[in-house]
DNA sequence: ATTATCTTTGATCATATGTTCATATATAAT
DNA sequence: ATTATATATGAACATATGATCAAAGATAAT
């Protein structure tokens, strides 16, 4: 095989070879890819659900508003460590706070939550549907 | 403050005093919560969306199937870290994969994982909408 | 059969993550 | 003002995670 041939997939690309089978797809998902800060943004907001105890939050506060120290009872955790990923939980927008006193009652942020929780929760249950 | 007031939120639950102000709440969780094997599942499958590089791949994945050396070229990773990302997406049932000879074409799972990733940037993008 | 191409796998390592403990803030009650 | 309640914050530490390198499968071509 001569190099001509060798190298049909290897195409240079900021002066280092890079082996690319469908060029124009690379080229068109480098097109349409969204802002480096967006996906930084989107992704942060998947982990935040992609964690045991926060998603059992999260999925407790799709019947009711809680508040920290129930949440806590709930999870088996310290109020702390609730706390902790509370302020995270908010941070993405996925849950609000209420203040009643001294009582701040979280819940979720909005219906895209909800939708999320819904969809990962029979995306699970029925890969194939 | 008197002894019993002093404990009027502390319930004993397996030998140690937990506090709580809305026992029904916490007992409503309790009983709606899922299964913990389900709920492992649900938070690895977010996980997997919630890393940078990932999410790049998937959103790639939205417009043409891709096989693994074009996604290495898109992200600028090496076909090797590609492939392992592509593995833990694929046990969670968020891509599949279809041979053509030597190459894998790789494809977004089903109609759930474009949804997780809509609504995800739309969450994102309008967070109050 | 041998070689090339495309992809996968296992080990390793630096970094990121979740929890705990100690402490601080905020609101309410006495 | 002082004390109690409810929550938040910062530091520290053990574990989890993602990338790389080296090597191995798997399919196709010669």
Redesign the interface.
């Known amino acids: 095989m001569d190099e001509k041939n060798q190298f049909q ?1 290897r ?1 240079n ?1 900021d002066l280092c070879n ?5 060029l124009e ?2 080229l ?3 097109q ?3 802002p ?1 800060k ?15 105890t ?3 939050m999260l ?2 506060l799709r ?2 508003e ?2 920290v ?2 949440l ?3 999870t088996g955790l310290t ?1 702390s460590a609730v706390s902790h990923q509370l302020r995270r939980l908010r941070d993405l ?1 996925l849950v609000k706070k209420r203040r009643a006193g001294q ?1 701040l009652y979280y819940s979720l ?2 219906e ?2 909800e ?2 929780l819904e ?7 029925d ?3």
């Open positions: 997939n195409i690309k890079v082996r690319m089978i469908h797809r690379v068109y998902a480098k349409q890819a969204i480096f967006e996906l930084e943004v989107m992704s942060m907001m998947y982990k935040m659900l992609g964690d045991p926060r998603l059992k999925m407790a019947d009711n809680m508040c120290c129930d806590a009872a709930f109020e927008a009582v942020d909005d895209h939550v939708e999320l969809i990962g929760l029979a995306h699970i249950r890969p194939y549907t």
